[in-house]
């Protein structure tokens, strides 16, 4: 049973920083490549960040380059988002997700298994 779980959420203020992680199991981690996505108040789901089964390969939505990283350790079978310089906009609930095939794919249909989310809220 593949499972993932995100945790680092919570409130920050604008300009800071918070570093999400996902935590898998019940599956080859490393096989994986693995996405992050938010969906905010009233907004669709959208693509924020994907990487690699080997973390050489990474791909960030046009907006958020620069201020957001993504990164992975496939000895804790853990993904991380690392979030800078946060906005308003960035409030959102972030999700993780697993594509079985290895594609670094910003499309949400592409990813077979999806954590339950964790709440960002970014207060002035």
């Known amino acids: 049973q593949v499972q993932l779980v995100e945790s680092g959420g919570g409130l920050a203020q604008v300009g800071g920083s918070l570093r999400l992680s996902c935590a898998a199991s019940?599956?080859?981690?490393?096989?994986?490549?693995m996405g992050w996505f938010r969906q905010g108040p009233g907004k669709e789901r959208e693509f924020v960040a994907a990487?690699?089964?080997?973390?050489?390969?990474?791909r960030f939505a046009d907006s958020l380059k620069g201020r957001f990283t993504i990164s992975r350790d496939n000895a804790k079978s853990t993904v991380y988002l690392q979030m800078n310089s946060l906005k308003p906009e960035d409030t959102a609930v972030y999700y993780c997700?697993?594509?079985?095939?290895?594609?670094?794919?910003?499309?949400?249909?592409?990813?077979?298994?999806w954590g339950q989310g964790t709440q960002v809220t970014v207060s002035s």
């Open positions: 997700a697993a594509n079985v095939v290895g594609w670094v794919s910003p499309r949400s249909m592409d990813y077979d298994y």
């Open positions: 019940g599956r080859t981690f490393s096989s994986d490549s």
């Open positions: 990487i690699s089964g080997s973390g050489g390969t990474r």
